[in-house]
């Protein structure tokens, strides 16, 4: 998973949370769930032939507000 600290950068994780599921839900099948002060987002693009073949996978992104700054964390 790659991470990336944004030093003094604060942002409104809610508000961002939103932002992002809204620009993955019309292509994507979204999750998105809070853990302690960690948002996560989870996109996945999914069919019947990706899921026989295996090759559905998600993408991950995590948000967590740091002193002073934000962490985004973004994997697959």
Same mark, same amino acid.
């Given at each position: /998973?790659?991470?990336? =600290? =944004?030093?003094?950068? !604060?942002? #409104? ?5 939103? #932002?992002?599921?809204?620009? *993955?839900?019309? #292509? =994507? !099948?979204?999750?998105? *769930? ?13 069919? $019947?032939?990706? #899921? ?11 948000? $967590?507000? !740091?002193? +002073? +700054?934000?962490?985004? !964390?973004?994997? /697959?």
């Amino acid at each position: /998973m790659d991470s990336r =600290y =944004y030093q003094g950068v !604060e942002v #409104d994780v809610p508000v961002l949370s939103a #932002d992002l599921r809204t620009l *993955f839900d019309s #292509d =994507y !099948e979204v999750q998105a *769930f809070q853990v302690s002060t960690t948002s996560i987002i989870q996109a996945r693009k999914s069919n $019947t032939l990706r #899921d026989l073949t295996g090759l559905s996978s998600a993408l991950t992104i995590k948000i $967590t507000p !740091e002193g +002073g +700054g934000t962490r985004v !964390e973004i994997g /697959m």
